[in-house]
């Protein structure tokens, strides 16, 4: 199975209204990382959360790591229209660290 | 600036028809390389990378295959291409150094009939 899932599969909120997105994975890992994708284009990174991190904010971005959970949450705050996008978590882990492992990814809509 | 192409953008092909995708970075140098595909809707399944030239890892066995004749040139093969082939190829790049953020090209979406 996917080393990382996203929760929900599916969020459709208000312009406005904060999203939150989570991520689980199995094994230990050397960083998380979150990508976005508009529809029919390439990935975007968005933001890299190494394993002895806790927190880490960029502009309306802020992703929470708990290695002891095995879990990732991104908060989306003050959401745009142009937010509407799916968005994916994938994990670097220790062994062969140059490659990520991608989930199924959520998809966001924000609603004007 | 670095940059990454992919080409083509679309393509629809017959089955069993041979395949080549190719996908070139600009701007930098030994970026390690990959090869993804998305099936409709779903995550991205790393099909191959390449930390260097001629050098090439498998991730999952299948009906293609990868190739990497220069420095900064991925290639993606099949000599003949199943439906099941059909989905949206991605290639990425890394710097291959402790920055281990990939950054995507704009993607081909293959339809095989």
């Known amino acids: 199975s996917q080393q990382g899932e996203e929760d929900p599969q599916a969020l459709s909120i208000q312009e406005g209204e904060n999203a939150t997105m989570n991520c689980s994975y199995k094994t230990s890992i050397n960083n998380l990382q979150w990508y976005r994708q508009n529809s029919g284009r390439g990935l975007v990174h968005l933001i890299l959360?190494?394993?002895?991190?806790r927190e880490k904010h960029s502009g309306r971005l802020r992703v929470t790591l708990d290695t002891s959970k095995k879990s990732s949450s991104l908060l989306i705050t003050a959401s745009r229209a142009a937010d509407t996008a799916s968005y994916f978590c994938a994990t670097g882990l220790i062994q062969g660290a140059q490659k990520l492992v991608f989930g199924q990814g959520t998809r966001l809509t924000i609603n004007p | 600036s670095q940059t990454i192409h992919q080409w083509p953008a679309t393509l629809v092909q017959p089955v069993g028809s041979p395949l080549s995708l190719e996908c070139t970075v600009e701007?930098?140098?030994?970026?390690?390389l990959y090869w993804y595909r998305q099936a409709a809707g779903r995550g991205l399944q790393l099909l191959f990378y390449?930390?260097?030239?001629?050098?090439i890892s498998s991730e999952v066995p299948q009906n293609l295959s990868a190739s990497r004749p220069q420095d900064r040139q991925f290639i993606l093969s099949s000599k003949k291409l199943l439906l099941s082939d059909s989905g949206f190829y991605l290639c990425?790049?890394?710097?291959?150094?402790?920055?281990?953020?990939?950054?995507f090209g704009p993607g081909t979406r293959l339809l095989v009939l």
């Open positions: 701007g930098t140098s030994n970026p390690n």
């Open positions: 990425a790049w890394s710097p291959g150094t402790s920055d281990e953020t990939q950054y």
């Open positions: 959360i190494r394993s002895n991190e």
């Open positions: 390449s930390v260097g030239i001629g050098q």
